[in-house]
């Protein structure tokens, strides 16, 4: 089956059909290509990716889940909880505007693609020496010195870098092939000038392919199969977009901030890595009253759009035996995928398990959060409390979330008689490491915690 999404080889157009309930064609005329054999057609036409067995174990009596989260502090969990199990759709943002996705996008356009790729690479395979070889590849970053970094970049593009070594001639040549469309659509904005500094290449592949393919989906679909993710395993865009989108949000005192790294963690502009959980930025003025969507087109860059969701991810919540709210930045990651028209309407009518992960820490945007806020924040971002009148909804917290994992030891005050008034009585305590270096492993056992939930009906 590796070979057959590749399409006839004599065929002038490209048709790649995406591995979700809800799949979507790209038709591409290859005609004025601008590489000749070193295309991305030409590649994957010459070399099958035979290597690539797109391994599918999915056992049906595997309980299937979906998790909103962004694309960093869920991560220490996505390793240990394929142990739990494999039918897990991840439903990420696309509106991350910090690090090397920032520049992308600045040069490029299109959706941030860095949570995305950064989930795709935690789920993909390391059982053969190729495998982690891939894996080495797409998760290397460039140096954060400029020049350096450049330098580096055309090493790697050119195939003599090093991190070559031990990836097959078919791998190469389609990974291959991409970076140097990336590189293309970079020389070809002569007005705009790209720094490498710190750069992904996984970030690169990824823009090279969701342009080559002007779709999102697409290159989702080809980096999932040459990370050669279970097919089971779905990564979503909670916006199918090809198209720059931009957060905002709306503080109490009426402030209204523009950009995800403004709202999270201001950087002003720096290409340096960011600790997230210890950053020394100033406090917000004001608590955030809402989040939404604006417009990074024209003028007027304060106007607010209202993006449709996903066909892909109303489809999964349709029909997961659980949804899950994972840790990590909760109005710039988990939010953004809550505020969409149809997400709080399908998930109020199931009756599966709603769990939430609470963080351990409070952060910029949840400073002086009890457990309650947090139940508080995620039902107004369902119920659209704040945005438009006309599509405002009215349920109660209970119907968005029936269960709350709370890390022992956690900095986050539990209220217990808030969160009873809440609907929600079923709170439980999980084990924390000592060590705060291994944050992202502090829930490391939740899958036998989930496990537990799962086998209780509601």
Same mark, same amino acid.
């Given at each position: 089956?590796?070979?057959?999404?590749?399409?006839?080889?004599?065929?002038?157009?490209?048709?790649?059909?995406?591995?979700s309930?809800?799949?979507?064609?790209?038709?591409?005329?290859?005609?004025?290509?601008?590489?000749?054999?070193?295309?991305?057609?030409?590649?994957?036409?010459?070399?099958?990716?035979?290597?690539?067995?797109?391994s599918?174990?999915?056992?049906?009596?595997q309980?299937?889940?979906?998790?909103?989260?962004?694309?960093?502090?869920?991560?220490?969990v996505?390793?240990?909880?394929?142990n739990?199990?494999?039918?897990?759709?991840?439903?990420?943002?696309?509106?991350?505007?910090?690090?090397?996705?920032?520049?992308?996008?600045?040069?490029?356009?299109?959706?941030?693609?860095?949570?995305?790729?950064?989930?795709?690479?935690?789920?993909?395979?390391?059982s053969?020496?190729?495998?982690?070889?891939?894996?080495?590849?797409?998760?290397?970053?460039l140096p954060?010195?400029?020049?350096?970094?450049?330098?580096?970049?055309?090493?790697?593009?050119?195939?003599?870098?090093?991190?070559?070594?031990?990836?097959?001639?078919?791998?190469?040549?389609?990974?291959?092939?991409?970076?140097?469309?990336?590189?293309?659509?970079?020389?070809r904005?002569?007005?705009?000038?790209?720094?490498?500094?710190?750069?992904s290449?996984?970030?690169?592949?990824f823009?090279?392919?969701?342009i080559?393919?002007?779709?999102?989906?697409?290159?989702?679909?080809?980096?999932?199969?040459?990370?050669?993710?279970?097919?089971?395993?779905?990564?979503?865009?909670?916006?199918?977009? &090809?198209?720059?989108?931009?957060?905002?949000?709306?503080?109490?005192?009426?402030?209204?901030?523009?950009?995800?790294?403004?709202?999270?963690?201001?950087?002003?502009?720096?290409?340096?890595?960011?600790?997230?959980?210890?950053?020394?930025?100033p406090?917000?003025?004001?608590?955030?009253?809402?989040?939404?969507?604006?417009?990074?087109?024209?003028?007027?860059?304060?106007?607010?759009?209202?993006?449709?969701?996903?066909?892909a991810?109303?489809?999964?919540?349709?029909?997961?035996?659980?949804?899950?709210?994972?840790?990590?930045?909760l109005?710039?990651?988990?939010?953004?995928?809550?505020?969409?028209?149809?997400?709080?309407?399908?998930?109020?009518?199931?009756s599966?398990?709603?769990?939430?992960?609470?963080n351990?820490?409070?952060?910029?945007?949840?400073?002086?959060?009890?457990?309650?806020?947090?139940?508080?924040?995620?039902?107004?971002?369902?119920?659209?409390?704040?945005?438009?009148?006309?599509?405002?909804?009215? &349920?109660?917290?209970?119907?968005?979330?029936?269960?709350?994992?709370?890390?022992?030891?956690?900095?986050?005050?539990?209220?217990?008689?808030?969160?009873?008034?809440?609907?929600?009585?079923?709170?439980?305590?999980l084990?924390r490491?000592?060590?705060?270096?291994?944050?992202?492993?502090?829930?490391?056992?939740?899958?036998?915690?989930?496990? &537990?939930i799962?086998?209780?009906?509601?």
């Amino acid at each position: 089956m590796a070979d057959s999404w590749l399409g006839p080889s004599t065929s002038p157009s490209f048709h790649l059909c995406s591995s979700s309930s809800t799949a979507k064609t790209s038709h591409l005329s290859l005609s004025h290509f601008p590489f000749g054999s070193l295309s991305p057609m030409a590649s994957l036409r010459s070399s099958p990716l035979n290597h690539c067995h797109c391994s599918s174990n999915s056992n049906p009596n595997q309980p299937s889940l979906l998790v909103f989260s962004g694309g960093t502090a869920f991560n220490g969990v996505v390793e240990e909880l394929k142990n739990f199990t494999t039918r897990v759709a991840h439903v990420l943002p696309v509106s991350d505007d910090g690090g090397s996705t920032a520049e992308i996008v600045r040069v490029l356009g299109g959706p941030a693609v860095g949570d995305i790729r950064s989930r795709c690479l935690r789920l993909s395979d390391q059982s053969s020496a190729e495998a982690l070889a891939v894996r080495r590849l797409l998760g290397h970053r460039l140096p954060l010195d400029a020049p350096l970094a450049k330098s580096e970049w055309y090493d790697i593009v050119e195939g003599q870098h090093l991190l070559w070594n031990g990836v097959s001639k078919p791998y190469r040549e389609t990974i291959r092939a991409f970076l140097a469309y990336f590189q293309n659509q970079i020389l070809r904005r002569s007005d705009e000038s790209f720094c490498f500094s710190n750069g992904s290449i996984g970030n690169f592949f990824f823009a090279g392919a969701r342009i080559f393919f002007q779709s999102l989906d697409a290159a989702i679909f080809l980096f999932s199969r040459v990370s050669d993710i279970p097919s089971e395993s779905l990564v979503l865009p909670v916006i199918s977009t &090809n198209d720059r989108l931009t957060l905002g949000c709306e503080l109490w005192d009426g402030t209204i901030i523009r950009g995800q790294n403004e709202i999270s963690h201001p950087t002003c502009g720096s290409m340096e890595p960011i600790n997230k959980e210890r950053s020394s930025v100033p406090a917000l003025p004001s608590r955030i009253k809402r989040v939404f969507y604006m417009s990074s087109e024209g003028s007027n860059l304060l106007h607010e759009v209202f993006p449709p969701a996903n066909p892909a991810v109303l489809d999964q919540l349709s029909n997961v035996d659980c949804i899950v709210y994972a840790m990590g930045s909760l109005v710039t990651s988990i939010c953004p995928s809550l505020v969409l028209l149809g997400i709080g309407e399908i998930i109020s009518s199931r009756s599966c398990r709603k769990v939430l992960l609470l963080n351990s820490t409070h952060d910029r945007e949840t400073s002086g959060f009890s457990a309650s806020c947090f139940v508080t924040a995620i039902t107004d971002a369902l119920n659209r409390t704040y945005g438009d009148p006309h599509n405002c909804l009215k &349920n109660h917290p209970s119907r968005y979330i029936n269960t709350l994992l709370v890390p022992k030891d956690g900095e986050i005050p539990v209220d217990d008689q808030c969160l009873a008034a809440q609907g929600i009585i079923d709170v439980v305590n999980l084990p924390r490491f000592l060590c705060r270096l291994l944050y992202e492993l502090q829930f490391k056992h939740v899958h036998a915690i989930l496990c &537990n939930i799962m086998d209780t009906s509601i």
